[in-house]
């Protein structure tokens, strides 16, 4: 049996250049009406491949762990309205070595 | 950044990109590929087996110094049950000689580094770590597109959009809308490694042949998704996909499904004493047919996974698909360059030459797969688990007599599907898959 089975352990392989400046965010909003973040995180955004999305219920907020970001793009296609999705900066993220 | 003007600007340095620049700039037009990875190939990721027909045209001696993995002679089919497995297979010694029957297991992090070198070697000009954010308008007019860094505005007569699955930039022209959950697939892999012997060893092998093992039925959780694996010179690529809809449906995390995957009692001896390397995941367009995007515009055409050229039956290929749009896209623009016009009127040639490709005919061929599958989801719960009761009890050596063990099984297995039923069944997948 293989030594790393959750999602933190394997993200531990990766090769990673993290950007001081987060590219996902959560949208507080959306057509006027607030987004409840806790049901967003349960219901959808739990099918990211790196769990980047938490929900802290002390600060009542997402964490959004950009850091281990995959950019495979899952979160934009289950949630297009919270998610505002970009690509990270040239030369930072994910670089994948053998793909 | 750059002064000058190109004929061609490629957004995206995958297979699609890398073929439409290497095709033009062969011609003699100027062609500038961006690449947002560090590398080409830093960003990307594929089960798989890279299909080469279509670049072995373009470069007829390819497989003399490209990094390939194994020669695919080997592909098996298999239902999985709850802890088993019904399986069909080839293996054809032909396959390992030349050309290889056009099938290679690559790791695209060297495999497109290497095919950009191409690119580059033939003259084009490749810039790397450049997202592209937006494009150039002028009177309405694309004239161009903007890389997000200092003086990124690079201008250009056509734009070829080949910036993959999440093509952010054909959305934003409105070339096409948002993927849709049910028709995406998210695949999770990882890159495990094992020696050379061994893999020659628990797979059959000689040299440098390698296998292409795909998984259905209960692979997932029971969820509308697949398994895979494929032997490299010294590692195993294993993952699973799984349409979005399906996850958010089962409540099942990609890493989860992968999991269940890889402990499955089929395929955990497969991958028995490996070391894991990489973990990653990747967008699959799975629309097929009826999702295409608008292929073409003033100034743009739009190639490969971008455009949803993906055909996910049981051929499983998309690699071919970006190639020869990416291919057909640059003799396009090699004619619209010859006309000195970049409008839509000339670049609708660029589909017309896809209709008569295998690329939109394969996919006009399959256009059903996916509705059909989420149509019949007992082909991914039920049947695994009522075809194995029956294959399984037909094999038990346990002194029933043959003729009222057949008839036993039979009536059993009726009674939990009508033969109907089944015919259905068969019928549509049938339709869909060959
Ligand atoms: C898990 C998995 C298994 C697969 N298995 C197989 C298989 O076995 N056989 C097969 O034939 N096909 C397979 N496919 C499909 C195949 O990988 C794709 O169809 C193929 O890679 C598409 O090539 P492309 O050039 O269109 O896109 P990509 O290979 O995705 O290339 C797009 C490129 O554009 C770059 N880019 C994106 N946006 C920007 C931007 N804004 N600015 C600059 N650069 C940008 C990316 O970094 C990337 O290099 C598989 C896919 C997956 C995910
Ligand atoms: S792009 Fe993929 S890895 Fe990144 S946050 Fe979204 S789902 Fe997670």
Redesign the interface.
Known sequence: MNKFKSMEDKLGLNKFKPSHETHLKIRKEVNGKKVDEKNLVENVLFVCPAKVYTYDENKKEVIVSFENCLECGTCRVAAPDEVEWQYPTGGFGVTFRFG | MVEEKFDVIVVGGGPAGLSAAFVAVKAGLSVIVLE???YS??????GGIFFTNVLSEMMPDFFKDAPLERNVTKRRWSLLTSDGEISGEYKFNKFNKEPFNNSFTV????F?KWFSEKVEQAGAMLI????V?DFIFDNGKIKGVKV??DDGEIYGDVVILADG??S?LAKKIGLHK????ED?I?S?K???SLSKEKIEERFGLNGNEGVAFEYFGYAVKGAIGSGFIYTNKD?ISVGVGVT?KS??EH?I???DAL?AF??HPVI?PL??G??????????IPDGGYNKISKLYTDNIMVVGDAAGFVNASLFHEGTNLAVMSGKLAGETAIEAKNKGDFSAKILSLYEEKLKNSFVLKDLKQFRKLGKTLEKNPQIFNKYPIILEEFVSGLFTVDGEPKWQKEKRLFFELMKKESIFGFIKTAINLRRVIL
């Open positions: 947002r990875g560090d190939g830093a960003k990307n990721v594929f790791l695209r992090a060297k497109d790397t770590g450049a997202v954010d997000r860094m699955v999440n952010l948002e993927l849709q959950k995406t998210v999770v990882e890159i495990l590692t979005i996850l958010l409540k995390n990609p890493n999991e890889k402990n955990l991958i028995r490996t070391e894991q390397k990489e973990y990653s995941a990747h967008l």
